[in-house]
T-cell receptor
Framework: GEDVEQSLFLSVREGDSSVINCTYT??????LYWYKQEPGAGLQLLTY?????DMKQDQRLTVLLNKKDKHLSLRIADTQTGDSAIYFC?????????FGQGTELSVKP | EAGVAQSPRYKIIEKRQSVAFWCNPI?????LYWYQQILGQGPKLLIQ????????DSQLPKDRFSAERLKGVDSTLKIQPAKLEDSAVYLC??????????FGPGTRLLVL
């Protein structure tokens, strides 16, 4: 099937690390992405990883990819209230992005 | 560099009316996408253009939806006639390569 799965909600305290998980479906997907969507806004590309990589780090963001289990995760270090948003993972299937349903991250002061 | 532009930002119509959305991609981006995002879900691809040709429109409900990109730059998406279930955010994205897609702010459509 085409379903990319994510947990729906995550709540953390400011300053803690957040880990958002995703399982995808197509082992031939070349790129995997994390997008952020704030209320009333479009999707902002946060980071992405090529399928031959295991890990990518970009400032506070760390992406881990387990191809065997088709598992993708996004770790946000030192989470801030401004990180509160919905986070979507997506896989690239032949140029078409297949999105999960999104994880709503709530950061409490 | 200017991002993807979309208009209008909001639209409220009654069922059976028609509506059109406009998208201007990032300059130089050959590929343009229209996605539909229903509340509480992730975006789903409706149609993909490469320059002014259609690459994938397999998920476009062609009995009521149409899209064009006549000069390979701007694009319009039309719904005629609209149904209640068309209430959603319509997102336009553009890409210069296979790797990354950049999204506009979206048009929020409410069909009453």
């Amino acid at each position: 099937g085409e379903d990319v799965e994510q947990s729906l909600f995550l709540s953390v305290r400011e300053g803690d690390s957040s880990v958002i998980n995703c399982t995808y479906t197509d082992s031939s997907s070349t790129y995997l992405y994390w997008y952020k969507q704030e209320p009333g806004a479009g999707l902002q590309l946060l980071t992405y990883i090529f399928s031959n990589m295991d890990m990518k780090q970009d400032q506070r963001l760390t992406v881990l990819l387990n191809k065997k289990d088709k598992h993708l995760s996004l770790r946000i270090a030192d989470t801030q209230t401004g990180d509160s948003a919905i986070y979507f993972c997506a896989e690239n299937q032949g140029g078409k992005l297949i999105f999960g349903q999104g994880t709503e991250l709530s950061v409490k002061p | 560099e200017a991002g993807v532009a979309q208009s209008p930002r909001y639209k409220i119509i009654e069922k059976r009316q028609s509506v059109a959305f406009w998208c201007n991609p990032i300059s130089g981006h050959a590929t343009l996408y229209w996605y539909q995002q229903i509340l509480g879900q992730g975006p789903k691809l409706l149609i993909q253009f490469q320059n002014n040709g259609v690459v994938d429109d397999s998920q476009l409900p062609k009995d009521r939806f149409s899209a064009e990109r006549l000069k390979g730059v701007d694009s319009t998406l039309k719904i005629q006639p609209a149904k209640l279930e068309d209430s959603a955010v319509y997102l336009c994205a553009s890409s210069a390569n296979y790797e990354t897609q950049y999204f506009g702010p979206g048009t929020r459509l409410l069909v009453l």
